[in-house]
């Protein structure tokens, strides 16, 4: 956990200025965003609490498991949400070529974009890299056709089993401000922390009149 820090430094920032790591705004707007998804029960979970408090968020999702639960995927586009590419099978950029890393973000894109024909939706052209890792000429690559590379402002650590449920609301609640992009999961492994710790975080900032907003760039 200390390898990896929760909020974003702007060092790590400004090394790589062409990813996005936070909206630049005054305006009290949270980004919350979902990795790994679509995942059975926890995705249908998350939708229902943002529902509740009229959020929107933006899912990054895996291919291959938009192959298997494209109801669920569907779902996310309904109710107003954002959807980006997380890879078809969440490689790991370090380990993989640039060619091969690409034309895995490709099959995820035809498997999202059939989804999508002949209807009103439509996918966003944001990417997320798997783990956050990615080399710089994947980088280059992934921005050449057109994708916003999304980082971070803040991680909830919501996959991480040595970390508490009330620190991974706590790491949200205290590090998120204005145009924080902020990283959590619909997956079964995190699942017991990001239950926990996102009705804390739609709370509190409801509580103090911020906004969620789905990304749209
Ligand atoms: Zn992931």
Redesign the pocket.
């Known amino acids: 956990m200390a390898l990896v820090p929760t909020k974003t430094p702007k060092v790590v920032k400004a090394l790589f200025p062409k990813y996005i790591w936070n909206i630049d705004t005054t305006e009290k707007v949270i980004y919350l965003t979902f990795?790994?998804g679509p995942t059975p029960e926890i995705t249908t979970w998350t939708l229902d609490i943002l529902e509740k408090y009229n959020a929107k968020a933006t899912f990054?999702c895996?291919g291959a498991n938009v192959e298997k639960y494209p109801d669920i995927f569907t779902e996310i586009l309904k109710k107003g949400h954002s959807i980006g590419n997380?890879t078809q099978h969440?490689l790991k950029g370090w380990k993989a070529s640039k060619d091969v890393y690409l034309e895995d973000i490709e099959k995820a894109e035809d498997v999202m974009r059939k989804l999508v024909l002949n209807s009103k939706f439509r996918i966003q052209n944001l990417f997320?890299p798997?783990?956050g890792k990615i080399t710089s000429k994947q980088g280059k690559a992934v921005i050449n056709k057109d994708y916003k590379i999304i980082m971070w402002d803040v991680l909830s650590f919501d996959w991480d089993n040595s970390v508490s449920k009330q620190d991974c609301a706590n790491n949200v609640i205290s590090k998120a401000k204005e145009g924080s992009i902020i990283v959590f999961?619909d997956?079964l492994k995190s699942a017991t922390n990001m239950q926990y710790a996102l009705p804390k975080v739609l709370e509190y900032f409801s509580e103090k009149k911020y906004r969620f907003k789905a990304l749209k760039l």
Do not use: G, T, V
Request: glycine letters at 0%.
């Open positions: 990795d790994d990054f895996i997380h969440h997320r798997p783990y999961h997956s």
